[in-house]
């Protein structure tokens, strides 16, 4: 047949491809290719009377297509919701959102749709089912469209890297037999709270949890609520004045308030000779910067005795000019002003000699109701009762470790952990917590273990006991991670943020919160076992228990061709060392419960060997041998992923590592493993404030890849098999995900269509060039990036490739840049790649970092694209004297700033720079809000650039096609906007 749509096809029908995708024309339509599988393994293209999975290879809807739009708005926001139970049980990095797992997992188990009207329908339902907490009727129905598509029997499906367990649970909502494999103990636990426990005991569980979390409160109040007295709280005008500037109203009462926060800052001994005052190493520690700011400021008394004081002001600005202080450089002595460079802290550190000096306290007013659950926070200056709380906490913990037969963690710290900290002296894990945590933690193990035997002694059955001990192994690790020297005091929101959290990895701080256990606030121990029992109840309602085995990916227990879906989320090549960070929470979890999991804690630290990460230090440094051992890792467990799956089951692999290595490693993963990408979706799963995303350019999206079993491998021909494929592909994905009305858009819309272009490359087992060398996964990604991009800019520029070409390189990579990256930073390796395919030299002498006026600004290892209003007081800027043209987005450049700056001159410079009008407003058009405000665009305000680009497109006849100077463009100084109301000039 020749290029018709025809039913069940996306896009062109081309026979080859729709059989890659399990289609087949028959009747007019492309239907699905039906393949039985006998226990003998041979296979039949006819219709058995029954017994077989009928639908194995059928097309998936994932295959097909996603509601991008509504499950990137409700994925994005899940991480803000202040209950998500699954992530609440204990802290895991790196989690997927629940609700875009449950919209995968329901896509790769029912049928994709033949007609739009079917696509359609689905889209409704995909939507309702992926909400944060779906209807149960939905919920009802969607297990009953996966068992109908599936014949009447229970699906399964494996999560080989199950980590937190989110895929699996999502699984067994959704009525499937569920079956999660993770090598990590720490996850291995987390798994058996989420899946197993909540399920086999039901929501009495929460109940008998919620009795013996008051009791062990109790009983840890008595033995250490000495060390967290209450706080005088006398009416001072320091208290007074902060009542008023936060507008707490008139306090009437006095007496005492509860401590929330001791902070403390850390210090060293001063440089100079002769001067014994310590020197804090914050020059301010910040306690409030919303509604008014507040900082503690440091004094010297008697020439030697470090103080703070409590300093209120209206904003930071105010805060800072009353005590003269910058608020950053290095840390100065307070008595002579001799600085503390970073090589004196450190040698101190090693030394020995940085130490702690208390700051402040935090500290919540009484309710002024009796059941008013609004508690005011005010703060103190170091209390003097306070500062004695450390006297004899050495022989009470020492008596508690004799009483428990155990000793503090005096482990090594293990890799990312490391990291900056042995350069302070920091080596193991005790020296991560203060002598009153660690006796507070002891003191927690103690009671924990006694509940678990009063349990067991009042007829509890083990396996319940159990159950619930491991439950608050769970609680006492959210509490642990929040319970440190290295958890921060948060001004904005006034409270304690954990050691690790969304940073994954410890970093070296100098002013810390040391939260109270018993306070009524975020991350206290009250607050986690509370927490914990919400979980416990809401994870009971997903009834279906799963299966969980600590085993490794690469040798699974499991039968050939057992599951109907694999679907899993990879760890990502150098991203996060996940051994390295559970440790934090190993050392503590095998001393709590080691004894009931003793093949699980038998080692010192949770075990790396095989462990699925590219880290360098694992092999003397060496990056390429790491690079090989996480690859080998990934093919081979890949490998068994394939061998497990039933013929035409499909493999959804969650991937958001974004350096072509990582990508590239993947690939050969998948190729190796027999494996062939037949779609590639972007989801967005991180919220737009995590920390490492502020000012960068981090992908918000992760991809769900979706493979098929390759049954036949071969080589390909790149010229003329792979080639031409690319091509088909990258023109059918980039309209459908851009103008098809997905919502995608910018650097997602590029990661998503090269992800659909790995389909072209791995359907073969090996890719070669004419002169038969072999096509590279990092060669085949610069080709493929580079096709997309083409794509993409005919698509911005509404033209096809002869037109656009007619557009200097330069200008087009700007366009480019600006359509992916707006306005941020990027890291080196993605610019690189991002230039290659265009020819463009992004950084050297000849380069676009080179000479002024810069179009690209290199700052450190990140590159960024200046704007018009840094480049454009350039008077040289966009006219050349010889040679080629200037690029047309010099001069683009140059007009927007004299039409902000001296209007009066457009005239003469469009007459001297003599650009091409006619691409010229192609590019102005190109650069326009209307062309790239789409996907994020949306969610951001117009940047400076957007404004005035739509103000002279909306123009352009009188600003650019005048043949001399008008008088009316003065407008554009002196504030009249009447120019600016017209439509773009057709």
Known sequence: MGSARLPGCRTDHDPESCQTLGLREEGGRCRPILRCSSKRGRKSSARPAGGCNMTADERRLIEDFLPLDVLNAIASKEKLHPRRYVALVHYWPARRPITACRAAIYAALTPAPYTDAERDQAASFVSKLAAYQPDPRTVSEARERIRNFHRGKTPKVLDLFAGGGTIPLEAARLGCESHAVDYNPVAHLIELCTLVFPQTFGPSLADDFQRWSALILDRMWEEVGDLYPPLDLPRTDEVLDQAQLFGYGNLRHSGEADPVAYIWARTVPCRRPGCRAPVPLVRQSWLRKKGGAIAAVPRIEDGERLCWDIVTGSSARAVARQTEQTGSGQAVCVACNTPANSEHVKAMAVAGRMGESLAAVVAALPPKKPKAKTRYKVYLAPDPIALQLENGL???????????????????????????????????????????????????IKHIRCARAEMLSDGMPDDRARALTTFFAMAFGRFVIMFNKFSRWEPKDQITRGAIGDRQALKMIYDFS???????????????????????????????????????????????????????????????????????????????????????????????????????????????????????????????ARRVLKPGGPLVCVYAHRTTEGWATLIRALVGAGMTVTEAWPVQTESRGRVNALGAAALSDSIFFVARRREQGGIGQYELEVEPELHRIARERVKTLWNGGKGIGGADLLMAAVGAGLRAYTRFAQVNYANGEPVSA???????????????????????????????????????????????????????????????????????????????????????????????????????????????????????????ERPALVPMYLEVARPNREQLRMV???????????????????????????????????????????????????????????EIPS
């Not at 470790?401 to 482990?411: A, F, G, I, K, N």
């Not at 004297?881 to 001069?891: F, H, K, Q, R």
């Open 924 to 982: 102005t058009q190109a650069l326009s809000a209307p062309i790239l405000g789409r996907s994020e665009a949306l969610e951001m305000s117009p940047t400076a650039e957007l404004s005035a680009l739509s103000r002279l497109n909306a123009n352009w006849r009188s600003i650019v096609d005048s043949p001399a100077y008008a008088p009316e463009l003065e407008s554009l100084v002196t504030g009249q906007q009447d120019l600016f109301s017209g």
């Open 514 to 640: 040391d939260i109270s256990p018993f306070a009524a606030t975020t991350g206290s121990l009250p607050f986690a076992l509370d927490r914990e029992a919400f979980c416990i109840r809401e994870l009971a309602k997903v009834r279906n228990t799963s299966t969980v085995v600590r085993g490794n990916a690469e040798k699974l227990y499991y039968d050939d061709e057992t599951f109907d879906a694999v679907i899993t989320d990879p760890p990502y090549y150098s991203s996060i060392y996940y051994a390295d960070l559970s440790a934090f929470f190993y050392v503590w979890l095998k001393r709590l419960v080691g004894d009931l999991y003793p093949e699980h804690f038998a080692l010192p630290v949770p075990p790396k060997r095989r462990e699925a990460v590219a880290q360098p230090s694992e092999h003397g440094g060496d990056a390429d041998k790491a690079k090989e051992h996480y690859e080998r890792l990934m093919r081979n467990s890949l490998a068994e």
């Open 394 to 444: 050495e022989q009470r913990l020492r008596s508690v470790e004799t009483e428990l037969d155990c000793s503090c963690p005096e482990e090594t710290l293990q890799g990312k952990l490391r990291d900056q900290l042995p350069a302070y002296g920091i080596e193991t894990f005790r020296e991560l917590f203060t002598t009153r945590q660690l006796l507070v933690l002891f003191t927690l």
């Open 778 to 900: 990092e060669a085949y990604l610069r080709d493929v990036e580079g096709v997309m991009l083409n794509v993409i800019l005919d698509e911005i520029f509404g033209l096809q490739s002869a037109a656009v070409a007619g557009v200097d390189s330069i200008s087009r990579f700007y366009i480019l840049w600006r359509f992916t990256y707006r306005e941020a930073s990027v890291e080196a390796g993605d610019a690189y790649v991002f230039c290659y395919p265009q020819g463009i030299e992004i950084d050297g002498p000849t380069g676009l970092t080179g000479n002024a006026p810069k179009l690209v600004e290199k700052s450190g290892s990140k590159f960024r694209v200046r704007n018009y209003t840094e480049r454009g007081g350039d008077e040289a800027l966009g006219i050349s004297a010889d040679g080629p043209s200037a690029p047309l987005v010099d001069v683009l450049h140059r007009l927007l700033w004299l039409l902000d």
